[in-house]
């Protein structure tokens, strides 16, 4: 009997944190965000990316090896806070409604929101033009919450490059998306523009379960390491051309 709910026991850890090993660090990610996160490698099946490098020197300091596990957006912080993952590193912004649920590094990427729209689309040039437009973002995003002070009519997709094929079907007047990602998928997109505005700029985190503050302080101590050594520089150039 005793043995019997040994099993049931363990098997019930497993649910909550499943094959998690101690010697892992598990970083969840949202890999549809070039060049932060992206699926490449020769098979296509491998998440690559400017976060990935940096979680797995982060990994690498704490003697750890790191396991991606590549989930929508929206699922990442709930995934954060039931344990199933340690880390966030998908391109984050630090925003004061995410940190009452969440514990970010320090910044380690400034971004900010850009306007995209269709090349022949002369109607939107300044913020006050996205009033009342139909707006495509991704879900749950900084620039799904921005879009709604703008808009009624926003439609959120799981990813941004969902949201762009809606605008150039012409389903939408102008998809709100990060900076670097965004033009990323420009340079493959001829038919589509992209415009800065006077928006703020966002400061990206990796985030952590509040309470955590073991591994906060881990990971900003590696963050600091990567940035006097000049590391995050080399992986800036390698990601950011
Ligand atoms: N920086 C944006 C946010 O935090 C988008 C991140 C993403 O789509 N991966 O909401």
Known sequence: MKKIITVLSLALVCLSGCGKQANELVVGTNATFPPFEYMGGTGGDEVKGFDIDIARQIAKDAGKTLRVENMNFDALIVALNSGKIDMIAAGMTITPEREKTVSFSTPYYEATQVVITRK????????????????????????????????????????????????????????LFDSAPAAHHLAKNRQLKMQQMDFKPEYYGLAMAKGNDALVRQVDASLAKMQADGQLDTLLDKYMK
């Open 120 to 175: 022949d689309d002369n109607r939107i040039t300044q913020i006050s033009d996205l009033k009342d437009k139909k707006i495509a973002v991704q879900l749950g995003t900084t620039g799904d919450v921005m879009a709604k002070d703008f808009s009624q009519q926003v439609v959120a997709f799981n990813s941004g490059f969902e949201a762009l094929m809606e605008l150039k079907n012409g389903r939408v007047d102008l998809v």
